[in-house]
């Protein structure tokens, strides 16, 4: 089946940093979503990409749709301590399916 | 709008009960999607539903079930309950025609 390679598995930054991490497939997707899921509670939706190439932002997010369909990243500028979190990827096919990435631990140092 | 809400929040079985989970979409959403999530691999699809009929499924075995009603609600079953079942269980609704899920707060399901 389809696999999302998420990466880094875990960053721990300070306060102010800028934060990158980004996810590949051997598969390509017609939607690339972003969630950040805070402990005991569900996945929230950030940021939805629809079209290959397309830059999206939310507040300091920003999110590519990579050109070849097959991955996308996630920046998040000047972070904050509420940014702590995992941070998952998931692309979306044409069969209304979700394959997630295994999400990235971010901790943020104040 | 309301968000999607999934009942109970907690729960503790013991090995070889069956439990029913349940979730309600948010309205206007038909489609439902269930997911376990465990420290080591992740968030796991289950099965999907749109109205009313199985869209889509995963690599689960038949213990795991699922059904969905004319309103959209959604519930899942579990029989014969084992340790590696204990998860956070999480149901997603989904806008007509869109692949975004919008997520519950979860089934936390603890199996002793």
């Known amino acids: 089946g389809q696999q999302l390679n998420q990466s880094p598995q875990s960053m721990f930054i300070q306060e102010g940093e800028d934060v990158s991490m980004n996810c590949t497939s051997s598969?390509?997707?017609?939607?690339w979503l972003w969630y950040k899921q805070d402990p005991g509670e569900g996945p929230v939706l950030l940021i939805a990409?629809?079209?290959?190439?397309e830059l999206t932002s939310n507040g300091r997010l920003t999110a590519q749709f990579g050109i070849t369909r097959k991955d996308s990243f996630l920046n998040i500028s000047a972070s904050i301590p509420s940014d702590v979190g995992i941070y998952f990827c998931?692309?979306?096919?044409?069969?209304?399916?979700?394959?997630f990435g295994k999400g990235t631990l971010l901790t943020v140092n104040p | 709008k309301a968000g999607v809400t999934q009942t109970p929040r907690y729960l503790i079985k013991t090995r070889g009960q069956q439990v029913t989970l349940s979730c309600s979409p948010i309205?206007?959403?038909?489609?439902v999607s269930w997911y376990q999530q465990t420290p080591g691999q992740g968030l796991q699809f289950l099965f999907e539903?749109?109205?009313?009929?199985?869209?889509n499924k995963g690599n689960f075995p038949g213990r795991f079930s699922g059904r969905q009603f004319s309103n959209s609600r959604s519930e899942m079953n579990v029989s014969t309950l084992e340790l590696g079942d204990s998860a956070l269980y999480l149901c997603?609704?989904?806008?007509?025609?869109?692949?975004?899920?919008?997520f519950g707060q979860g089934t936390r399901l603890t199996v002793v």
């Open positions: 997603a609704s989904s806008p007509p025609a869109n692949t975004e899920a919008f």
């Open positions: 598969s390509i997707f017609n939607t």
């Open positions: 990409l629809y079209k290959a190439g």
């Open positions: 998931a692309g979306g096919g044409s069969n209304y399916k979700l394959t």
């Open positions: 309205s206007g959403h038909r489609s």
């Open positions: 539903y749109f109205s009313e009929t199985q869209r």
